[in-house]
């Protein structure tokens, strides 16, 4: 096991990559830009190593700061979190070659999966169900008109390097396609440097389901279930569910079996989510994430597994703590993600929290790096927390989440709190009947 861990991270993850870390006895060192000098992680880890002011790409991105902490502070492994350097196959090759391990997958394996393209090639090979589209990137506005007559339109053209809904254009007819492959492919350069575009079959109205997976690297691989997380804005997720309501026993064990055959086949080491569009009974692959996810939580909450402890057990060379028949999942979990926003607008609201109570009781869990006096930094991503719930069944999850909604206190900033006070009296959301539009069009509607 490891001596020291490295966070390389900030906010809420990096505090609750500490807790395990030193449930399990391993000291901590955090690094962190100026700006988050007073952080509650900070505040908490046994180091902390400043390594750089405020811009991301000055600290949290800044890989030779984070390495010279590592040699500086003696730390033998680091966790990246979610965000930032998680998915950077570079990272995880640099610390590989200091000796020092880095708590996720492979840099091979991250450069696959990130790579649009490399990762629906590398899902066919597994036998994981894809979306019909090219099988390349596509330049040629003739070769994309006809890959979109074959596939039948609507189709979609995403950024290859994407994410976050950059660099993705629908197509609804023949002159849609040259627009939206040079609109696409424009984005896609810009917020990516790489102007790589495929083209998708465009479903109408899919859910967004992802399924949990662990490998051990040496050819075992599990999956903890699936994750509902269709209640998104502008490709953001906002609230998430596990298991999802739109699903039954069968498709689950269907699709999480083939996840986790795939994992095992592709010799993957630690936690990963496949993510898919379900539309009409099928699962098609949208992409891989290949770290921890921020909803990481509501599947702890039905399998009572920590996944941070597993990641740390898994890099470490200690294999899979369980087995797949040792998975079981109780009961219903919903997490709702708490921003410093303007609950219509989603404008951010940096600022000082002038009070801060969050709410308690049976089933309810907060995750969040914030108090009252914090302010709350406008250089990063405007999470103040995400509050867990989980309940029996789902109705009794919804009633306890509208409770904990109703005491959760959170002054002196915008927060999003309104919106889910809003959504868990909505009777489409009580019968869980949503898909990937839906919040948008609510919203829209209650202009």
């Known amino acids: 096991m490891f001596q020291k861990i490295l966070i390389a991270n900030r906010g809420e993850i990096a505090l ?3 807790r395990a870390a030193k449930e399990l006895g391993i000291k901590t060192v955090v690094v962190h830009s100026t700006a988050d000098a007073n952080a509650m992680h900070v505040r908490l880890a046994d180091e902390s190593v400043c390594i750089g002011p405020p811009p991301s790409r000055d600290s949290y991105l800044n890989i030779h700061q984070i390495v010279a902490a590592c040699e500086i502070t003696g730390a033998d492994a680091v966790h990246p979190g979610y965000g930032f350097l998680a998915e950077n196959a570079k990272f995880a090759d640099i610390l590989a070659a200091h000796n020092i391990t880095f708590i996720g997958p492979s840099g091979d394996h991250i450069r696959i999966m990130g790579d649009k393209i490399e990762a629906k090639r590398t899902a066919k090979r597994l036998g994981i169900p894809v979306v019909p589209g090219s099988d390349g990137a596509v330049t040629d506005e003739k070769e994309a008109k006809r890959i979109a007559a074959e596939i039948g339109y609507p189709v979609i053209i995403k950024a290859s390097a994407g994410g976050g809904g950059r660099g993705m254009k629908v197509a609804r007819n023949e002159e849609d396609v ?8 424009s984005e896609a350069g810009a917020a990516f440097g790489d102007d790589a575009v495929y083209i998708e079959k465009y479903l109408e109205k899919p859910r967004h389901i992802e399924v949990q997976i662990f490998g051990d690297g040496a050819g075992a691989g599990i999956h903890l279930g699936e994750r509902d997380c269709s209640l998104q804005r502008r490709h953001q997720k906002v609230w998430e569910e596990a298991n999802s309501p739109a699903l039954n ?28 569009l379900y539309e009409d009974g099928e699962f098609y692959f949208i992409e891989m994430n290949t770290r921890l996810q921020v909803e990481h939580t509501i599947t702890e909450a ?4 920590d996944l941070v402890h ?6 470490s060379g200690g294999g ?20 410093a926003e303007d609950p219509r607008t989603f404008v951010p609201s940096p600022g000082t929290i ?20 914090y302010k709350i930094p406008p250089y990063y991503d405007s999470l103040i927390g995400k509050l867990i719930v989980h309940g029996r069944n789902r109705v009794e999850c919804m009633m306890r989440l509208r409770r904990a909604l109703d005491e959760f206190v ?3 900033v915008k927060t999003t709190l309104p919106l889910f006070r809003d959504l868990v009296g909505n009777i489409d959301i009580a019968n869980g009947d949503y898909d990937i539009h839906w919040l948008e069009k609510h919203l829209a509607e209650t202009e």
């Open 410 to 412: 959170v002054d002196g």
């Open 16 to 18: 609750r990559i500490l």
């Open 320 to 339: 899979l703590s369980i087995k797949q028949e040792d998975v079981r999942f109780q009961g219903h979990a919903i997490e709702c993600r708490i921003n």
């Open 249 to 276: 026993e069968e498709e689950r064990n269907r699709i999480g079996a083939i996840c986790a055959n795939a994992v095992a086949d592709l010799g993957y080491s630690g936690a990963g989510t496949i993510e898919f």
């Open 310 to 315: 597993e990641q740390i057990r898994v890099a």
């Open 178 to 185: 040259v627009t939206a492959l040079q609109t696409a492919r």
């Open 302 to 305: 039905i399998t009572g597994i």
């Open 354 to 373: 002038t009070h801060f109570h969050t709410p308690g009781g049976l089933g309810i869990r907060v995750d969040s790096g914030v108090y009252s006096g």
